[in-house]
């Protein structure tokens, strides 16, 4: 199993409005574990957590995105402006033994 860690650091005001923007967006995928923000160590931290069965089925996660499907075009509409929400992100990849 392959666990991901999508990282953002928000500008400050903004970490709960991210991330309840990802829980709305986000509703019906399989894959989403959790919706974390910090309670402790680096401020204004948003970690959305999923999982994949292994990497090959993390790659074909993405095709979706690039699906030009009404529901891609509902999601983008949805994520209009989010990018003006953070300073900066990363992405942390874990394998589960």
Same mark, same amino acid.
């Given at each position: ?18 991330? %309840?923007?990802?829980? =709305?967006? @986000?509703?019906?995928?399989? $894959? ?5 923000? &910090? *309670? ?25 995105? %690039?699906?030009?499907? =009404?529901? @891609?075009?509902?999601?983008? $509409? ?5 990018? &003006? *929400? ?12």
């Amino acid at each position: 199993m392959i666990i991901v860690h999508d990282i953002f650091i928000c500008k400050p005001g903004n970490a709960s409005k991210l991330a %309840k923007l990802f829980k =709305e967006v @986000m509703t019906g995928n399989s $894959e989403l574990v959790n919706i974390m923000t &910090d *309670m402790t160590g680096q401020f204004n931290k948003v970690v959305m957590v999923s999982q994949y069965e292994n990497l090959t089925a993390y790659e074909q996660s993405w095709e979706k995105y %690039k699906e030009d499907s =009404e529901a @891609m075009k509902k999601m983008k $509409e949805a994520m209009a402006g989010y990018h &003006d *929400m953070y300073l900066t992100g990363s992405r942390e990849i874990y394998q589960v033994w």
